[in-house]
C-alpha cells in the first residue's frame, strides 16, 4: 500500500528560526512535491523535485529551500520563519510515467508566533 | 496567476441530493484533469481523472463531465451522502510523456461540501 509520511502533524515555531519539514515516501517515485494549502486558495506548489539533488521552483517559492540527498526524502526548509509562513504544508510523491495520481501525505500544521 | 478556478466556495447539500463543483482553466495545453478528494485531518486522495479526449467519465456515482471548448469541466456527485462531506479539489496538469512538467498539478481553491443528512 502506498505511503507517504510527514515528521510532525503539528508544529510551533518562533519568527525567525529555521524549520525543516520531513516527508518520507516508500513507493520508490523519482517525482515528489511541497504544496502549501490555505482557505479559499487550495494547494499551491512550493517546490518539486523529479530526481535525487534535483529540484524545481514551483509558483510560490519564496522563503523556502529544499533538499533531496535519498530519492525516499524530501525537506522542505523555512531558512527564517515568518508568520506568514502559519499553513497547512503537503507533501506528495508520484511515479514519473503511466498514472499521475499523486499520492500525498496527512499535512504539517505549522503556526509561526 | 491562478489558473484553475474553482467554484463554488462551499456547498450545502441535502442526503439524496446532487452536488456540483464548476472549475475553469486557462492553459490549453493542459491534458489531464483530476478530483481530489480530502477529508479532515487528511492529504488530498485522487477521486477521479478524465483526459480531454473524452466528454464525461462516471466512476459509481461520481461523474466528471468535460467541455473542451468552454475550458471547462465538473463534478458531479449523484445520490450525496454524509460520507461525501469533505474538501474537494478540481486540478489539471500537462501529463504528456516525455514532457518536462513532472505531472504538476495547479489546483483550484476547494470546494467544502456538507451534505445533511
Known amino acids: 500500500d502506498v505511503k507517504v509520511t510527514q515528521s510532525s502533524r503539528y508544529l510551533v515555531k518562533r519568527t525567525g528560526e529555521k524549520v525543516f519539514l520531513e516527508c518520507v515516501q516508500d513507493m520508490d517515485h523519482e517525482n515528489m512535491f511541497w504544496y502549501r494549502q490555505d482557505p479559499g486558495l487550495g494547494l499551491r506548489l512550493i517546490y518539486f523535485s523529479y530526481d535525487v539533488k534535483m529540484k524545481e521552483k514551483g509558483d510560490i517559492p519564496e522563503g523556502y529551500s529544499v533538499s533531496r540527498e535519498k530519492k525516499e526524502r524530501f525537506s522542505l526548509i523555512l531558512e527564517s520563519a515568518s508568520t506568514n509562513q502559519t499553513s497547512m504544508y503537503l507533501c506528495a510523491s508520484r511515479a514519473p510515467r503511466g498514472p499521475y495520481e499523486q499520492y500525498f501525505g496527512p499535512g504539517t500544521r505549522l503556526t509561526v508566533t | 496567476q491562478q489558473q484553475v478556478k474553482q467554484s463554488p466556495q462551499s456547498l450545502i447539500v441535502q442526503k439524496g441530493g446532487i452536488s456540483i463543483i464548476n472549475c475553469a482553466y486557462e492553459?490549453?495545453?493542459?491534458?489531464?484533469f483530476p478530483w481530489y478528494q480530502q477529508f479532515p485531518g487528511k492529504g488530498p486522495a485522487l477521486l477521479i481523472a478524465?483526459?480531454?479526449?473524452?466528454s464525461e467519465k462516471k466512476e459509481g456515482r461520481f461523474t466528471i463531465s468535460f467541455n473542451k471548448s468552454a475550458k471547462q469541466f465538473s463534478l458531479h456527485i449523484m445520490d450525496s451522502q454524509p460520507g461525501d462531506s469533505a474538501t474537494y479539489f478540481c486540478?489539471?496538469?500537462?501529463?504528456?510523456?516525455?514532457?518536462?512538467?513532472?505531472?504538476?498539478?495547479?489546483f483550484g481553491q476547494g470546494t467544502i461540501l456538507t451534505v445533511h443528512p
Open positions: 492553459n490549453t495545453a493542459f491534458d489531464y
Open positions: 478524465i483526459r480531454p479526449d473524452v
Open positions: 486540478a489539471a496538469s500537462i501529463g504528456r510523456a516525455g514532457g518536462t512538467s513532472y505531472g504538476k498539478l495547479t
